[in-house]
């Protein structure tokens, strides 16, 4: 998960520092890798209670459940999103004190 937080950091903080309009796609090759371990995270390591301890791939399921694990992994990348920029506006709304 740590990992995943890492990958997406730098999204956020173009977001938050240059704005929703000037992110680059510099951070594409970190959003895709952030997105394979989100998969993974449910697909084989069992992080998501809702599959339980499983090891498929996309071919052994079917498409409702393919669909469903989609919007599972979407649900993690949006709150780790959330989550990371929080902890990015913390020290900014300390700096603009200053």
């Given amino acids: 998960m ?3 937080y890492t990958l997406l950091g730098g999204h956020v903080a173009e977001k938050l520092f240059l704005g929703r309009e000037k992110v680059t796609t510099g951070c594409s090759s970190d959003l895709q890798r952030a ?4 998969y993974a995270m449910v697909r084989h390591f069992g992080m998501e209670d809702k599959y339980g301890v499983i090891h ?3 071919d052994q399921l079917s498409e409702d ?5 989609d919007e599972v992994v979407q649900c993690i990348l949006k709150v ?6 929080a902890l990015y506006r913390m020290p900014l709304k300390r700096l603009n004190k200053c």
């Fill in 2 to 4: 740590a990992r995943v």
């Fill in 80 to 85: 780790i999103i959330y989550s990371s920029s």
């Fill in 35 to 38: 997105t394979e371990l989100a």
């Fill in 56 to 58: 498929v791939s996309k």
């Fill in 65 to 69: 459940e393919n669909k469903k694990i």
